[in-house]
């Protein structure tokens, strides 16, 4: 085997259709783009959601509401997975990297412990934000609540 001698798998690569070669061919004066309009033009391409002119979806949809652009998402943690955590590893400091070892968040996630649930192992638990009272029920058993 060589070069030379190489080819494609059969049927993979298929013929293009010659289009405005003359009547003959099937595919002249038009070239397969039919009379007039927008699309039998050159340099023509559809907007993305064009519908032909009618109302777009997009438009016929009521908007209501407000997306704040500078909210901030934090991955809520709440205290029973905390101590299942720290029963789990024996660790007595709860770190990110621990959190995200064990899966319960992801690489960028912001991290904010919440209340529910019952902790009674006194540890050191580091996150982005606490709930007032999260950080109440773990400095009650002794632990501490470190915010990042």
């Known amino acids: 085997m060589n070069l030379s001698s190489l080819q494609p798998a059969s049927g993979s690569v298929k013929v293009g259709k010659r289009v405005g070669r003359?009547?003959?061919?099937?595919?002249?004066?038009?070239?397969?783009?039919g009379h007039k309009g927008a699309q039998s033009r050159s340099g023509y391409s559809r907007?993305?959601?064009?519908?032909g002119g009618q109302m777009p979806?997009?438009?016929?949809?009521?908007k209501f509401g407000f997306n704040?652009?500078?909210?901030?998402?934090?991955?809520?943690?709440?205290?029973?997975?905390?101590?299942?955590?720290?029963e789990k590893t024996g660790a007595s400091v709860v770190t990110l990297e621990l959190i995200r070892e064990n899966g319960l968040c992801a690489k960028k996630d912001l991290v904010k412990i919440l209340n529910r649930g019952?902790?009674?192992?006194?540890?050191?638990?580091?996150?982005?934000?606490?709930?007032?009272s999260a950080?109440?029920?773990i400095e009650k058993v002794g632990g501490k609540?470190?915010?990042?």
């Open 22 to 33: 003359g009547q003959g061919s099937g595919k002249g004066g038009t070239a397969a783009r």
């Open 47 to 51: 907007k993305v959601g064009f519908e």
């Open 57 to 62: 979806l997009q438009r016929r949809l009521p």
């Open 68 to 86: 704040n652009i500078n909210r901030v998402e934090y991955k809520a943690l709440n205290l029973d997975a905390i101590q299942a955590l720290a």
């Open 118 to 132: 019952e902790i009674s192992t006194a540890v050191e638990v580091q996150a982005h934000g606490f709930s007032a």
């Open 135 to 137: 950080v109440e029920s």
């Open 145 to 148: 609540a470190v915010k990042l």
